[in-house]
């Protein structure tokens, strides 16, 4: 095996983990896999530059969407970055109908996640929940 489908290999893993803790609704199990580090960017949410910071948007996000239903289209591995194409339907807290979709932007460095973008469709989440 190459170095780099080692690498690739790697990428993979974190970024399922993260996933498979996204999906069991646990915002400790996501913060597992991040560096202390880490530049999480959640479009038209904000910038969150460390673990304290990425902890305390994790945390508190919770409760905006429910029923959720996620779907994972595809996820593309290049080395260490790797991009997950999604869409989601759900129900806002207001109880409106919502839908959306996007990709979200990984870099996994020494196991570990160190760049977390999430680009969705910023005015179907404007719509939904306000904001400028």
Same mark, same amino acid.
């Given at each position: 095996?190459?170095?780099?489908?080692?690498?690739?290999?790697?990428?993979?893993?974190?970024?399922?983990?993260?996933?498979?803790?996204?999906?069991?609704?646990?915002?400790?199990?996501?913060?597992?896999?991040?560096?202390?580090?880490?530049?999480?960017?959640? +479009?038209?949410?904000?910038?969150?530059?460390?673990?304290?910071?990425?902890?305390?948007?994790?945390?508190?996000?919770?409760?905006? +969407?429910?029923?959720?239903?996620?779907?994972?289209?595809?996820?593309? %591995?290049?080395? *260490?970055?790797?991009?997950?194409?999604?869409? *989601?339907?759900?129900?806002?807290?207001?109880?409106?109908?919502? *839908?959306?979709?996007?990709?979200? %932007?990984?870099?996994?460095?020494?196991?570990?996640?160190?760049? +977390?973008? *999430?680009?969705?469709?910023?005015? +179907?989440?404007?719509?939904?929940?306000?904001?400028?």
């Amino acid at each position: 095996m190459t170095d780099r489908t080692e690498v690739q290999r790697a990428t993979r893993d974190v970024v399922d983990r993260l996933y498979a803790a996204y999906f069991a609704g646990d915002p400790h199990g996501m913060l597992a896999t991040m560096s202390d580090d880490v530049h999480m960017r959640f +479009l038209g949410r904000g910038t969150f530059l460390g673990i304290e910071a990425a902890t305390r948007f994790l945390t508190g996000n919770t409760g905006l +969407l429910q029923n959720l239903d996620f779907r994972i289209r595809s996820i593309i %591995v290049d080395g *260490e970055w790797a991009a997950a194409v999604w869409d *989601e339907t759900a129900t806002t807290i207001h109880g409106d109908p919502y *839908e959306n979709h996007g990709v979200d %932007v990984f870099r996994v460095q020494g196991g570990e996640v160190t760049v +977390l973008h *999430e680009n969705n469709d910023i005015t +179907l989440h404007r719509a939904a929940f306000g904001g400028g």
